[in-house]
């Protein structure tokens, strides 16, 4: 009886270590300039390790697939998505849950830019963009893809492959602004924030490229964590992840996403995204 004690207390006390040595490991879309995204999500995870007591460590990835698949295979427990990769991901790991989302992320928008050259003047209205080149971001990107190419076949009635003459795909939003500042294809969309966040440090020539379009608003980003945190790091885990990530209150922090503040976020707020994905063919 009291070998078989023994044997428990030994087994418990191993769990118990390796649930301690265990690394928290997240990731995010790649969505803009890499170093940036380093800069951002480094001084997170030093936040988290200290907020959930547990080695934390952020995982970069080159492609949004790339963070979808390490998500799926449990290479990291959470990721900043964005609308759709946020919503392939739980559709490929049932039972995750999305748990916080910028204050922002809730009345998301796209801007559509152009180049001088388009003759294209900002307004309200819809553009005429038949005939043009265009260029989306991610192939994957809910504000640089998804809801642009919803937009643009809802107004001009037709496929996007039937209204330009030539259709890219840049990677990331801020390959998008340089690609259409440079000439390289005449308009393109681009997450709202990522425009503004450039505009603001100078790095857009506004002589040689604008904002003609916005888009209504629509949900977008949002934090995801995957099915089983709680058996592998222990109970009321998930909780503690979310309300580290609600409670992020450092200026400078949040200024690096940009938001302003985190809010509770469920799956449902991203059944929008997941219909039109459906709608325009990206999604069965």
């Known amino acids: 009886m009291r070998l078989l004690q023994m044997v428990c207390l030994a087994l418990l006390s191993t769990l118990s270590t390796s649930a301690l040595s265990a690394v928290f490991t997240f990731t995010a879309i790649p969505d803009e300039n890499e ?35 390490a998500f799926r295979n449990n290479q990291v427990q959470l990721a900043w998505f964005g609308g759709l990769s946020g919503v392939q991901a739980r559709r490929l790991v049932p039972g995750s849950s999305a748990i916080a989302q910028g204050n922002e992320d809730q009345f998301f928008k796209s ?8 003759d294209l003047l900002p307004s309200d209205n819809f553009p005429n963009l038949n005939g043009l080149t265009f260029t989306f ?7 640089g893809r ?18 330009f003459k030539r259709i890219g795909f840049s990677g990331d939003h801020s390959r998008t602004i340089t690609q259409v500042q440079a000439g390289a294809y005449q308009v ?31 949900p977008d980003y949002q934090w995801t964590v995957r099915e089983g945190v709680d058996n592998q790091f222990g109970a009321g885990f998930k909780k503690k ?11 400078d922090l949040l200024k690096s996403f940009p938001r302003h503040s985190f809010v509770p976020a469920e799956n449902a707020d991203y059944e929008p995204i997941e219909n039109v994905a459906k ?6």
């Open 35 to 69: 170093s940036q995204l380093r800069t951002r999500f480094e001084k997170v995870a030093v936040y988290l390790e200290k907020e959930l007591g547990v080695e934390v460590k952020y995982v970069p990835v080159k492609s949004y697939s790339a963070a979808v698949t």
């Open 111 to 118: 801007y559509f830019i152009a180049h001088k050259s388009a």
């Open 137 to 143: 971001g991610s192939k994957s990107s809910t504000s």
């Open 146 to 163: 998804l809801m642009p190419q919803f937009f643009i076949e809802r107004n001009l009635g037709k496929k996007s492959e039937d209204v």
């Open 188 to 218: 393109g969309a681009v997450n709202y924030k990522v425009w503004e966040t450039a505009v603001e440090n100078g790095t857009v020539d506004l002589e040689k490229v604008s904002v003609i379009w916005q888009s209504p608003a629509y």
């Open 241 to 251: 992840i979310e309300a580290a990530l609600i409670g992020m209150k450092d200026p």
């Open 279 to 284: 709608a325009i063919g990206l999604i069965d």
